[in-house]
């Protein structure tokens, strides 16, 4: 991508319209910076090797495009309505929840997350990357404005985790199992907006490390599906043992720096008086680190094992050692980080 004029071109205009989004001070400005992210994105997305990109941007602009026309009624109206925009927040729980709407639907949270998986399984590692992180970004800044704990964010939460937690149970793809992985981190990271912003900026930090740490290794390796993570036995051990920490950590295992954020968000939320939501919160997560486990424990049980058949595989030298770096990072960040705040 480095090496391509036009692929570079679109990464820039990409966060240009990101930034354009989050700096803006009025919606009609958030608006264009999310069409510009859209327009970006959309021929990263084109690759002529795979044949299912295409099906994939033309799902993403489509449910894009109704995100943002929904959007751009939502302010119009309520400009029409009102002659101070401001008191919309106030006076019209109907268009902010409509509002609230568009910008879920952009991100893919529950229940407007239909088109999320099926994207997700259409393009390459980098681009479910910027998917999953990147595209998240604005539409999260743009929620935190006018969102607030009701009804409506909470059972928008509950039902994120619910549906990202039951929805990779029967998936053998990786890019599902991280698609609806990357729902239910939605909901929690919802939960963190509506308590504070700092809450929600350390959660998604640690998400976006945990994935990259996830897909550089699944990239390097060319894995899609659960049953090629069974090949990584012909690989160095600590390659195989890198991965799954990882992936324990992306699910939230006490051990790992995955836990931190959820612990920072379960404090607060007990500490809000909100004890069913959290209870439900917990509850469901831990069916995702189920099939975490699940996947985990079919390739720690096999016996390491080298055939003579097997082009000769890199050892660790080079870009291994990144992926490896990074596990280190997350597998010891839980107690370095209870460490440094204890001391300070």
């Known amino acids: 991508m480095i090496n391509n004029p036009t ?20 919606w009609f400005g958030a608006w264009i910076g999310l069409e510009i992210n859209l327009l970006s994105f959309i021929p990263l997305m084109t690759y002529t090797t795979n044949s299912m ?47 609230a709407s568009s910008l879920l639907l952009k991100m893919g949270a529950a229940p407007f997350h239909f088109w999320f998986p099926g994207v997700m399984e259409g ?3 980098m681009n479910g990357f910027m998917l999953m992180t990147w595209q998240k970004i ?14 409506f964010s909470t059972l928008v939460i509950i039902l994120s985790i619910l549906i990202g937690s039951l929805g990779g149970l029967n998936q053998t793809s990786l890019r599902k199992i991280l698609a609806y992985s990357s729902i239910n981190h939605i909901g929690w990271l919802i939960a963190a907006l509506v308590l504070q912003e700092n809450i929600w900026n350390i959660y998604f930090v640690t998400y976006s490390f945990l994935t990259a740490t996830i897909i550089i290794m699944l990239q390097l390796f060319s894995i899609s599906h659960i049953n090629q993570t069974f090949s990584l036995n012909s690989i160095e051990p600590i390659i195989k043992f890198s991965l799954f920490t990882s992936l324990l950590s992306l699910g939230g295992l006490p051990p790992f720096l995955g836990f931190l954020p959820k612990w920072i968000v379960i404090q607060n939320l007990a500490s809000s008086g909100m004890m069913f939501t959290v209870t439900v919160m917990v509850t469901t997560t831990l069916i995702t680190l189920f099939y975490y486990l699940r996947v985990s424990f079919s390739a720690f049980m096999l016996s390491y094992s080298e055939t003579l058949w097997c082009n000769p595989i890199p050892k660790l030298s080079g870009p291994i050692l990144w992926p490896i770096t990074l596990t280190a990072v997350s597998t010891l960040g839980l107690p370095i980080s209870s460490l440094i705040f204890h001391l300070f």
């Open 7 to 26: 692929k570079l071109l679109f990464m820039f205009t990409l966060m240009g319209g990101t930034i354009i989004s989050i700096s803006a001070n009025s």
């Open 53 to 99: 990109s295409s099906e994939a941007s033309l799902k993403y602009f489509l449910t894009q495009a109704l995100a943002s026309a929904t959007l751009l009624f939502s302010v119009i109206f309520a400009a029409l309505i009102f002659s101070l925009p401001n008191t919309l927040l106030t006076l019209n729980p109907f268009l902010n929840s409509l509002i």
């Open 123 to 125: 393009i390459n590692w």
């Open 138 to 151: 604005a539409p999260l800044m743009l929620l935190s404005y006018n969102l607030s704990l009701n009804t």
